[in-house]
């Protein structure tokens, strides 16, 4: 019997339309993750990463092709099914970090739960294990002006692992961080993989891609191999 892949892409195209002009983005992308894996998606500003991103995390829905999280094929879902499958299997952490400035650490870790109205002392005690499992326990009380970048984005990766997804979207998730606090992240995030958690990680940044265990590069709205994008890079620097 053939394995399933926890996220599958097969021909998967995107349009944007301003008016009667056409913005082609994506073009035929085929790729997949398996449970357990970390995978980065690497490519520059304008490769169509972000847009493959918010397909993957169920903001966005392609023209074309398809899409499955496990067996379930997420083309064609209603907004409201696309909302609970979102909500119920992908934890997102941003480049921004995208916390509620007047609210504390724990009450930022705690929201997903309140969406998903698990009972208040669960979901404190949620909360409070992973920010511990971050190494933030201490800091459960401090509102996000109140910590460093690196400190609210460990919150961020908090807030992300306390529903229990099956995948954790990490887009640039260094990106707002100096080169040293950057490497402190992506060791939680190495060390999450290690624990068994399934990651998809969209950089432009070659080393932070490295952390991966697999990179899939994209450019122009298109995968290439390893080697096929080292080429395009080198041409494209070289005009």
Do not use: W
Request: aromatic residues 6%.
């Amino acid at each position: 019997m053939q394995a399933t892949h926890l996220l599958d892409l097969q021909n998967v195209t995107k349009t944007y339309h301003m008016g009667d002009v056409e913005f082609p983005v994506l073009h035929g992308i085929t790729f997949s993750v398996d449970a357990g894996e970390f995978v980065s998606v690497l490519g520059p500003s304008g490769s169509g990463k972000s847009t493959l991103m918010n397909i993957i995390g169920c903001l966005d829905v392609a023209d074309d092709g398809t899409y499955t999280i496990g067996r379930r094929a997420v083309t064609g879902l209603s907004e409201r099914d696309m909302a609970k499958l979102r909500n119920r299997d992908i934890g997102f952490v941003f480049q921004s970090f995208q916390l509620l400035p007047r609210i504390s650490a724990l009450e930022n870790v705690m929201l997903p739960l309140i969406y998903a109205k698990v009972p208040r002392k669960q979901r404190i005690a949620r909360a409070m294990a992973e920010l511990a499992r971050v190494g933030l326990a201490d800091k459960a009380d401090n509102l996000p002006r109140q910590l460093s970048g690196g400190q609210q984005q460990r919150v961020a990766i908090a807030r992300a692992l306390v529903t229990r997804p099956r995948i954790i979207l990490a887009d640039e998730p260094t990106g707002a961080l100096d080169r040293t606090t950057g490497a402190q992240i992506m060791d939680i995030f190495r060390a999450l993989n290690e624990e068994g958690i399934t990651i998809v990680m969209i950089t432009h940044d070659h080393k932070v891609a490295s952390y991966a265990s697999r990179v899939v590069h994209i450019l122009d709205g298109r995968i290439y191999s390893a080697e096929e994008y080292a080429a395009l890079e080198s041409a494209e620097g070289g005009t």
